[in-house]
């Protein structure tokens, strides 16, 4: 089983930056296609961006392009979300997952491993 644990949030201001990391807690035997998706209360999980096993591609939702940057350091296991331009409404839990089939998709029920989630809130 592959263990996600994500790090790097809390609360900054609007117009402000967060880096998320999505760490594997042991060494795995392969590479991931890996996923940030974000949720809360009462809304379906939501799809933030996702990166290929080499880092060389990179898929985004509109709601971030221009904002979010994925991007990963397969030696230290761990996949990064780095945050600009935060707004209110990206407040969210954010949780990363790890996909055993290849290629970068958006649909949160074809990624295999969750982490527990991180809290990011935007102050207005």
């Known amino acids: 089983q592959v263990q996600l644990v994500e790090s790097g949030g809390g609360l900054v201001q609007a117009g402000g930056s967060l880096r998320l990391s999505c760490a594997a807690s042991a060494r795995t035997a392969r590479t991931y296609v890996v996923g940030w998706f974000r949720q809360v209360p009462g809304k379906e999980r939501e799809f933030v961006a996702a990166i290929s096993r080499s880092g060389d591609s990179t898929y985004y939702a509109d709601s971030v392009k221009g904002r979010f940057t994925i991007s990963r350091d397969n030696a230290k296991n761990t996949v990064y979300l780095q945050m600009n331009s935060l707004k209110p409404e990206d407040t969210a839990v954010y949780l990363c997952?790890?996909?055993?089939?290849?290629?970068?998709?958006?649909?949160?029920?074809?990624?295999?491993?969750w982490g527990q989630g991180n809290q990011v809130t935007v102050s207005s």
């Open positions: 997952s790890a996909r055993l089939k290849l290629g970068v998709n958006s649909n949160p029920s074809s990624y295999d491993y």
